[in-house]
């Protein structure tokens, strides 16, 4: 064999070019082919993987999608449970309970299964309505033809004990508001009993419009109220279908409705206020939420079953009076029996609230200003409690409990008496009444000698020509002793308009402030600012004598005043009013020696004399075996000096001043006494709750 080598021809080496590269392509094939099924393997094994579908359940529950967790149900579920049975039972169930913050841990499993079906167990935990709900579960899982895991469904995997003719119940507890109470536990606001009216259709006439009429008049509703609580979509014939709350006491329509056949009354719990309309504006009454309360109130423990208070004390109470109510969700079967509690939170009742208001006091109050349209007001002047606060006429707030008709609405909003207009957190000219103020002003400042004889200048007088035609006039001729007891005694116009002027704009001011005027009077309620004008300054002389009587551009509030008279009995302080009752409750001053002891016991004394002097314009509210200071006022609303057809505001407030046992202080106005006698009509009225208080004639 030759050492010589031997080439290849051109054929041969195109016969290995086409080996190598059938061996690339089929091990390129190989590869593929491998690639592909090291993908599909694992894409089967994910799927064979029950645990991956359970879980993929439970995250579309999170995100809400029921549509995605039913396509998850094997093929007989599916047959069984339609999508539209699915889905609203789910979505009621879960958001019904306000599931929030659901939590499912499946455990992996301990070695590969892959069997045709597998049951995997599972914890579930989530946030409701009635607090934590945690349970352990089971879901049965099979093999569908694709080799995927579907899911063996009932309602049991919402809840264990959830059978498919059970249903899951969000049942309110209920909490009970708290009751508002008098100084002696009298009850001024509390739940009670009222009469729920309804009908049961199968026991009406068969032809009952007429009955519906007659129902719609005695309840004051319409009859299509009415003929649509009849048509709703759950009434059957052995159904309550209640129509209207009405009082307990209410017995003449009570009867008149039982003659109705169908008609049914049953008790039911609701908001009583057990003095009425002579409490009205005191109380308040309570409403149920609005969507803006829900909004604004957000986190506080109100829902829309909610009531909130929205005047007088139920309104300032309303922090310690409302109950949350709780929340129990069950498990219930066809008849509503409970068959597992799966969450319960707790109610919370509302504190009881008792008031320095006396019972007595306040009827007395309401009594005597009842026909009339006017305020009463009475304190302890030795302590500041508040005994009573009429505004009348007043409203019954059992109407706005029980249900007005627009009729009734329209009538209290539109009656000329306004009786929704709550008179004792106004302001308003205080006429003489205000001439004790000015008086211890006076004094205080060093303006007014109490001895001073300041002379006799007649019925009507004007600082100089400067006025023009305007005279300050006064009524009663007293003599030539112009000096301030006789001022008071007499309620002399001239004498305080005199002394006004004396004291000045700047003083005057002063003092002002200091008693609290242009100032939130703290209170329980909210009550309007008293002023002097209302841009704060005293523009001319004669607004500044007319001030001085009580005129002017001068309001008040009768709170303020009785606080401001606290001072003549209290060293010069003015006392903080309270309606907060607290056992050996100790005064609060709200204002330091507004005047000095002093002069607060030199203007007492002289105020004593308008009720104690036979010839004093409050001679007619003296008490056998009572001394009392006191003021009469009528505070003139005209147009000019000249006007003869404007109203006349009668005033009164007394004060005792001994040391007995029930101290009282009484402030009332009429709002026009002009063909009643003037300040006499009110004086009686004020008098007369005195005496009703201390238990006297």
Not at 89 to 113: F, H, L, W
Not at 282 to 290: D, E, I
Not at 553 to 576: A, E, I
Request: aromatic share 8%; net charge negative; with cysteine.
């Amino acid at each position: 064999m030759s050492g010589k080598r031997r080439r290849m021809n051109s054929k041969e080496k195109n016969g290995n070019k086409r080996t190598v590269l059938i061996v690339c392509a089929v091990i390129a094939v190989l590869l593929v082919v491998a690639a592909a099924g090291f993908i599909l393997w694992n894409m089967l094994w994910h799927q064979a993987k029950a645990e991956d579908t359970v879980k993929e359940y439970f995250s579309y529950l999170g995100e809400g999608k029921y549509d995605q967790m039913y396509a998850l149900l094997d093929s007989e579920s599916q047959s069984t449970y339609s999508e539209d049975d699915f889905i609203p039972r789910n979505q009621n169930i879960y958001e019904g309970i306000g599931a929030a913050d659901i939590q499912v841990t499946v455990p992996e499993p301990e070695n590969d299964r892959g069997e045709d079906t597998e049951v995997v167990t599972y914890s579930t935990s989530m946030n409701t309505s009635a607090g934590q709900v945690g349970f352990d579960n089971q879901m049965t899982l099979k093999k569908n033809g694709q080799g995927e895991y579907r899911i063996d469904w009932d309602s049991t995997l919402i809840f264990p004990s959830l059978l498919e003719e059970y249903r899951v119940s969000v049942d309110t507890v209920q909490a009970q508001r708290g009751t508002i109470y008098d100084r002696l536990g009298n009850p001024l606001a509390m739940q009670g009993t009222v009469s729920q009216v309804g009908l049961v259709p199968g026991k009406m006439n068969e032809d009952a419009a007429a009955d519906i009429q007659k129902i719609a008049e005695l309840l004051n509703i319409s009859t299509d109220t009415i003929n649509n609580s009849l048509s709703a979509s759950y009434v059957q014939d052995d159904t309550f279908v209640p129509l209207k709350q009405i009082s307990k006491n209410d017995t003449e329509t009570e009867e008149q409705l039982l003659a109705i056949p169908g008609i049914l009354i049953q008790d039911a719990q609701a908001r009583v206020y057990p003095m009425g309309e002579a409490a009205g504006h005191l109380t308040g009454y309570v409403q149920s939420v609005t969507a803006e309360d829900l909004e604004e109130l957000e986190g506080q423990g109100y829902h829309a079953g909610s009531v909130i208070g929205r005047t007088g004390l139920e309104a300032a109470y309303e922090e310690q009076l409302r109950a949350e109510d709780g929340v129990a969700i069950n498990i219930v079967d066809a008849n509503g029996a409970v068959i597992e509690e799966l969450a319960r939170q707790d109610a919370q009742d509302g504190q009881d609230v008792r008031t320095t208001i006396d019972m007595t006091a306040q009827q007395a109050a309401y009594d005597q200003f009842k026909d009339d349209r006017g305020v009463a007001a009475a304190m302890d002047p030795t302590t500041g409690e508040i005994l009573a606060l009429v505004s009348a006429p007043g409203y019954d707030p059992n109407e706005f409990i029980l249900g007005l008709s627009d009729e009734r609405w329209n009538e209290l909003n539109n009656s000329e008496d306004m009786p929704l207009n709550n008179r004792f957190v106004s302001t308003w000219v205080p006429g003489s009444t205000f001439k004790g103020i000015t008086a211890a002003i006076g004094v205080d400042s060093g303006k007014i000698d109490p001895a001073a004889n300041l002379g006799y200048v007649g019925l009507s007088w004007q600082k100089d020509a400067s006025w023009g035609d305007y005279y300050v006039t006064t009524l009663t001729d007293y003599g030539e002793n112009v000096n301030l007891e006789n001022a008071l005694v007499y309620s002399d116009n001239v004498y305080f308009a005199r002394a006004a002027l004396n004291i000045g704009t700047d003083v005057m001011k002063e003092y002002f402030s200091k008693m609290g005027f242009d100032e939130e009077v703290p209170f329980e309620l909210t009550l309007q600012q008293s002023t002097w004008d209302d841009d704060g300054n005293i523009d001319s002389d004669i607004q500044l004598a007319d001030t001085g009587y009580g005129q002017g551009q001068l309001l008040v509030n009768p709170v303020h005043l009785l606080s401001m008279y606290s001072m003549f009995v209290n060293g010069g302080n003015m006392l903080k009013p309270t309606l907060a009752w607290e056992e050996n409750y100790t005064a609060q001053v709200w204002k330091e020696q507004a005047v000095s002891a002093e002069t607060a016991e030199t203007v007492k004394n002289d105020l004593i004399q308008v009720i104690e002097n036979p010839t004093g314009t409050g001679a007619s509210a003296k008490i056998d075996g009572i001394t009392m200071l006191g003021k009469t006022g009528t505070a003139e609303i005209k147009e000019s000096q000249d006007d003869t057809t404007g109203i006349e505001r009668g005033w009164f407030i007394c004060e005792t001043v001994d040391d007995i046992d029930k101290p009282v202080a009484v402030v009332g106005m009429v709002e026009d006494v002009k063909d009643k006698g003037g300040s006499s009509y009110g004086t009686a009225k004020v008098r007369s709750i005195v005496a009703a208080y201390e238990g006297v004639q």
